[in-house]
Protein backbone atom coordinates (compact mmCIF):
# COMPACT_ATOMS: atom_id res chain seq x y z
CA UNK A 1 0.00 0.00 0.00
CA UNK A 2 1.06 3.38 -0.63
CA UNK A 3 2.51 4.57 2.52
CA UNK A 4 0.30 8.13 2.82
CA UNK A 5 -2.69 5.50 2.43
CA UNK A 6 -1.78 3.49 5.24
CA UNK A 7 -0.96 6.61 7.08
CA UNK A 8 -4.78 8.13 6.54
CA UNK A 9 -5.66 4.47 7.19
CA UNK A 10 -4.32 5.04 10.59
CA UNK A 11 -4.89 8.57 11.13
CA UNK A 12 -8.89 9.51 9.70
CA UNK A 13 -8.68 13.19 10.37
CA UNK A 14 -9.36 15.80 7.12
CA UNK A 15 -5.69 17.19 6.92
CA UNK A 16 -4.55 13.63 5.99
CA UNK A 17 -7.19 12.81 3.93
CA UNK A 18 -7.25 16.27 1.86
CA UNK A 19 -4.44 17.98 1.78
CA UNK A 20 -1.79 15.31 0.86
CA UNK A 21 1.88 15.26 1.71
CA UNK A 22 1.93 18.88 1.40
CA UNK A 23 -0.28 19.42 4.21
CA UNK A 24 -0.16 23.60 3.92
CA UNK A 25 -1.62 26.09 2.18
CA UNK A 26 -0.30 26.22 -1.27
CA UNK A 27 0.85 22.96 -1.39
CA UNK A 28 3.58 21.75 -3.39
CA UNK A 29 3.97 25.04 -5.01
CA UNK A 30 4.76 26.82 -1.85
CA UNK A 31 7.02 24.68 -0.67
CA UNK A 32 9.13 25.28 -3.66
CA UNK A 33 8.53 29.16 -3.35
CA UNK A 34 9.90 29.21 -0.20
CA UNK A 35 13.23 26.79 -1.52
CA UNK A 36 13.64 28.90 -4.08
CA UNK A 37 14.27 31.75 -1.44
CA UNK A 38 15.61 29.76 1.46
CA UNK A 39 19.38 30.41 0.28
CA UNK A 40 20.41 26.30 0.67
CA UNK A 41 24.12 25.66 -0.96
CA UNK A 42 24.46 22.25 -1.68
CA UNK A 43 25.56 20.29 1.78
CA UNK A 44 23.57 23.01 4.03
CA UNK A 45 21.61 21.47 6.87
CA UNK A 46 18.33 22.62 6.74
CA UNK A 47 16.14 21.34 9.70
CA UNK A 48 11.61 20.38 8.71
CA UNK A 49 10.30 20.79 12.23
CA UNK A 50 6.94 19.57 12.82
CA UNK A 51 7.16 17.68 8.77
CA UNK A 52 4.63 15.36 9.12
CA UNK A 53 6.18 13.05 6.28
CA UNK A 54 9.01 15.49 5.60
CA UNK A 55 7.52 16.46 1.87
CA UNK A 56 9.84 20.45 2.19
CA UNK A 57 12.71 18.38 3.84
CA UNK A 58 12.64 15.55 0.84
CA UNK A 59 12.58 18.22 -1.17
CA UNK A 60 15.22 19.99 -0.18
CA UNK A 61 17.13 17.10 -0.09
CA UNK A 62 16.68 16.79 -3.62
CA UNK A 63 18.33 20.43 -4.07
CA UNK A 64 21.20 18.89 -2.65
CA UNK A 65 20.59 20.22 1.49
CA UNK A 66 21.70 17.68 3.94
CA UNK A 67 17.52 17.80 5.45
CA UNK A 68 16.64 16.82 8.82
CA UNK A 69 12.77 16.23 9.49
CA UNK A 70 11.72 16.46 13.36
CA UNK A 71 8.26 15.01 14.24
CA UNK A 72 6.87 14.24 17.39
CA UNK A 73 4.77 11.27 15.97
CA UNK A 74 7.07 8.35 14.87
CA UNK A 75 4.40 6.91 11.93
CA UNK A 76 4.46 10.29 10.14
CA UNK A 77 8.19 10.36 10.13
CA UNK A 78 8.46 6.52 9.17
CA UNK A 79 6.17 7.03 6.16
CA UNK A 80 7.74 10.17 4.79
CA UNK A 81 11.04 7.90 4.70
CA UNK A 82 9.31 5.39 2.86
CA UNK A 83 7.75 7.97 0.02
CA UNK A 84 10.78 9.12 -2.72
CA UNK A 85 13.38 10.71 -1.73
CA UNK A 86 13.01 9.55 2.26
CA UNK A 87 16.23 7.78 2.16
CA UNK A 88 17.82 11.29 1.56
CA UNK A 89 16.64 12.53 4.44
CA UNK A 90 17.45 12.20 8.44
CA UNK A 91 14.43 11.38 10.50
CA UNK A 92 14.08 12.05 14.03
CA UNK A 93 11.82 11.81 16.51
CA UNK A 94 11.60 15.00 18.97
CA UNK A 95 9.41 17.78 20.39
CA UNK A 96 10.16 20.50 18.53
CA UNK A 97 9.72 22.78 22.05
CA UNK A 98 12.95 20.83 22.96
CA UNK A 99 15.16 19.86 19.58
CA UNK A 100 17.58 17.54 20.30
CA UNK A 101 20.01 19.62 18.56
CA UNK A 102 23.49 22.14 19.29
CA UNK A 103 23.05 25.67 18.86
CA UNK A 104 23.14 27.10 15.34
CA UNK A 105 23.00 23.44 13.66
CA UNK A 106 21.38 24.59 10.80
CA UNK A 107 21.77 27.05 7.99
CA UNK A 108 17.88 27.47 7.36
CA UNK A 109 15.18 26.22 9.73
CA UNK A 110 11.74 25.59 8.16
CA UNK A 111 8.33 25.42 9.79
CA UNK A 112 5.12 24.68 7.95
CA UNK A 113 1.53 24.42 9.29
CA UNK A 114 3.03 23.59 12.82
CA UNK A 115 3.47 24.88 16.43
CA UNK A 116 6.13 27.25 16.19
CA UNK A 117 8.24 27.78 18.77
CA UNK A 118 10.33 30.99 18.24
CA UNK A 119 12.80 31.25 20.93
CA UNK A 120 14.01 27.16 20.02
CA UNK A 121 13.78 27.38 16.46
CA UNK A 122 16.20 30.35 16.73
CA UNK A 123 18.27 28.72 19.27
CA UNK A 124 19.09 25.76 16.43
CA UNK A 125 19.75 28.57 13.49
CA UNK A 126 23.04 29.58 12.85
CA UNK A 127 23.95 32.75 14.63
CA UNK A 128 24.52 34.90 10.90
CA UNK A 129 23.81 33.81 7.49
CA UNK A 130 21.00 31.61 8.54
CA UNK A 131 17.27 31.79 6.82
CA UNK A 132 13.72 30.70 8.51
CA UNK A 133 10.85 29.77 6.17
CA UNK A 134 7.44 29.78 7.65
CA UNK A 135 3.95 28.69 6.03
CA UNK A 136 1.83 29.69 9.00
CA UNK A 137 -1.46 31.61 10.00
CA UNK A 138 -0.24 34.98 9.91
CA UNK A 139 -2.33 38.76 10.73
CA UNK A 140 -4.08 39.93 8.04
CA UNK A 141 -6.05 42.56 9.39
CA UNK A 142 -5.11 46.52 9.73
CA UNK A 143 -4.46 47.08 13.23
CA UNK A 144 -0.93 46.10 13.54
CA UNK A 145 -0.78 42.08 14.46
CA UNK A 146 1.90 40.99 11.25
CA UNK A 147 4.04 43.70 12.35
CA UNK A 148 3.61 42.44 16.31
CA UNK A 149 4.63 38.96 14.73
CA UNK A 150 7.75 40.40 12.97
CA UNK A 151 8.62 42.34 16.10
CA UNK A 152 8.77 39.22 18.00
CA UNK A 153 11.21 37.38 15.69
CA UNK A 154 13.05 40.68 15.49
CA UNK A 155 14.01 39.82 19.11
CA UNK A 156 16.00 36.78 17.95
CA UNK A 157 17.77 38.59 15.16
CA UNK A 158 15.34 38.13 12.51
CA UNK A 159 14.33 40.22 9.31
CA UNK A 160 11.82 39.79 6.88
CA UNK A 161 13.15 39.10 3.57
CA UNK A 162 10.16 37.87 1.31
CA UNK A 163 6.40 37.93 2.19
CA UNK A 164 3.45 36.16 0.35
CA UNK A 165 0.18 36.60 1.62
CA UNK A 166 -1.84 32.98 1.38
CA UNK A 167 -4.80 34.11 2.60
CA UNK A 168 -7.18 33.64 -0.30
CA UNK A 169 -5.66 30.87 -1.22
CA UNK A 170 -5.87 29.17 1.93
CA UNK A 171 -9.55 30.33 2.29
CA UNK A 172 -9.90 28.12 -1.17
CA UNK A 173 -8.27 25.32 0.64
CA UNK A 174 -10.54 25.19 3.51
CA UNK A 175 -13.72 25.81 1.70
CA UNK A 176 -12.99 23.21 -0.80
CA UNK A 177 -12.21 20.29 2.29
CA UNK A 178 -15.41 21.33 3.32
CA UNK A 179 -17.40 20.88 0.37
CA UNK A 180 -15.79 17.70 0.20
CA UNK A 181 -16.43 16.71 3.44
CA UNK A 182 -19.90 17.45 3.03
CA UNK A 183 -20.31 16.09 -0.62
CA UNK A 184 -18.94 12.37 0.65
CA UNK A 185 -20.29 12.52 4.43
CA UNK A 186 -20.98 8.59 4.02
CA UNK A 187 -17.23 7.69 3.35
CA UNK A 188 -16.23 10.18 5.99
CA UNK A 189 -18.62 9.49 8.19
CA UNK A 190 -17.81 5.86 8.20
CA UNK A 191 -14.04 7.02 8.42
CA UNK A 192 -14.32 8.76 11.72
CA UNK A 193 -17.49 8.01 13.28
CA UNK A 194 -20.48 10.11 13.54
CA UNK A 195 -19.51 12.57 16.02
CA UNK A 196 -15.92 12.67 14.99
CA UNK A 197 -17.47 13.60 11.59
CA UNK A 198 -19.25 16.34 12.80
CA UNK A 199 -15.93 17.76 14.69
CA UNK A 200 -14.07 17.87 11.71
CA UNK A 201 -16.75 19.77 9.62
CA UNK A 202 -17.16 22.03 12.50
CA UNK A 203 -13.68 22.25 12.32
CA UNK A 204 -13.07 23.63 9.07
CA UNK A 205 -16.34 25.51 9.27
CA UNK A 206 -14.80 27.44 11.83
CA UNK A 207 -12.00 28.11 9.85
CA UNK A 208 -13.64 28.85 7.02
CA UNK A 209 -15.67 31.82 8.96
CA UNK A 210 -12.77 32.90 10.16
CA UNK A 211 -10.43 33.54 7.07
CA UNK A 212 -13.94 34.86 5.01
CA UNK A 213 -14.33 37.71 8.19
CA UNK A 214 -10.85 38.36 8.06
CA UNK A 215 -10.15 37.74 11.04
CA UNK A 216 -7.39 35.13 10.54
CA UNK A 217 -4.84 34.86 7.52
CA UNK A 218 -2.62 32.75 6.15
CA UNK A 219 1.34 33.96 4.88
CA UNK A 220 4.81 32.23 3.28
CA UNK A 221 7.80 34.61 4.94
CA UNK A 222 11.10 34.18 4.53
CA UNK A 223 13.85 35.85 7.69
CA UNK A 224 17.23 36.25 7.47
CA UNK A 225 19.58 36.90 10.22
Known amino acids: MDPLAALADAYPAWWVDLLGEHNHAG ?11 ARLAPGAAMLDAGAFVGAAARAAAARGARAV ?23 VTADARRLPFADGAFASVWCLESSIFPRELSRVARAAGATLCLGCEAPADGRGGLEAFLDEWAEYGWRLASHRPLSLEALATWRRCEAELVARRPHFEARYGTRGYLRQLDHLARLVALYERGSAGHALMVMER
Open 27 to 37: GAEATHWLLDR
Open 69 to 91: AVDIVPDFLAAGRALDGGRDVAW
